[in-house]
């Protein structure tokens, strides 16, 4: 079992970095021969990222000035959307005031709204901030509605019946059961956050990443531009692995403790 445990490990690590090393060597392949001013090659690629990195250091900088927009709009909707699903699970009026727009929120493009939130809040960090929590919170609403909306009534029921009030019922059932949703909601508003830090930056105001791309689509510096892309990539990668893994570690724990905090509820009340 052991050693089938360690097989299955070592095969998802050497899967993914096969199929790198095989998109990797076409890229090169492709493109070595080419004429074009902006498509570069792979190993041109990853001279522009050294070189971004560890030479001129143009990166970090531009990553410092985006990654404020991302941070600040990804914890304002996780503040806004996981109170605001939890919440229309236990108000019936708020949800049916609420459930119309979150539909409207997910039909409608982010990108037309845009130019209204610049025209509201001008080129600052204000507008950027707005820009990622529009393109961010419905997606954490959601999923944490619909992970409360999946607990078992029958639980809540027990609490009522052994006299728990709506803030214990909140803490010790509502909560840890919608964990995993919540952890969900919170790994794809992650990667909805990071594509509206990359809109605000090409289409409102070009500040950090979406000044160097810009700069070097202008200069045809085709490794440059591809290494900035590159890096916006993995930093999006690494994100996701680590939400998807602090998702993975926390939810099943989360929900065993949920269960047998209910059951205590009547030698509690006993």
Known sequence: MLAQQRNEKLWALFLPAAVFIVFALLWQLCTINSTSLIIPTFSQTMAGLYT??????????????????????????VLIGVPLGLAMTRTKWLDNIAEPYTHML??????????????????????????????TFIYITINTR?????????????????????????????IPGAVPAILTGLRIG????????VAAELLLVASGIGNLLLEF???FEGGLLFATVLAVSLQAVVLSAFMQT?????????????KSTTGGWAMSSE
């Open 217 to 219: 689509r202008a200069a």
């Open 246 to 258: 602090l998702e993975q570690r926390l939810a099943p724990g989360l929900m065993v403790d949920n």
């Open 52 to 77: 971004l990195l560890f030479v001129r250091g143009d990166l970090w900088l531009a990553l410092y000035q985006s990654d404020q927009a991302l941070v600040l709009g990804y914890v304002i909707s």
């Open 146 to 174: 619909a992970g409360a909306r999946n607990i078992d009534k029958s639980l809540i029921e027990m609490a009522r019946s052994f006299g728990a009030n709506e803030a214990q019922i909140w803490h010790k059932i509502l």
């Open 190 to 197: 992650l990667g909805r956050a990071i594509n509206g830090m």
């Open 106 to 135: 997910l039909a409608m493009p982010t990108a037309p709204l845009i130019p209204l939130i610049m025209m509201a809040l001008g080129l600052g960090l204000a507008s950027r901030v707005m820009i990622v929590v529009m393109f």
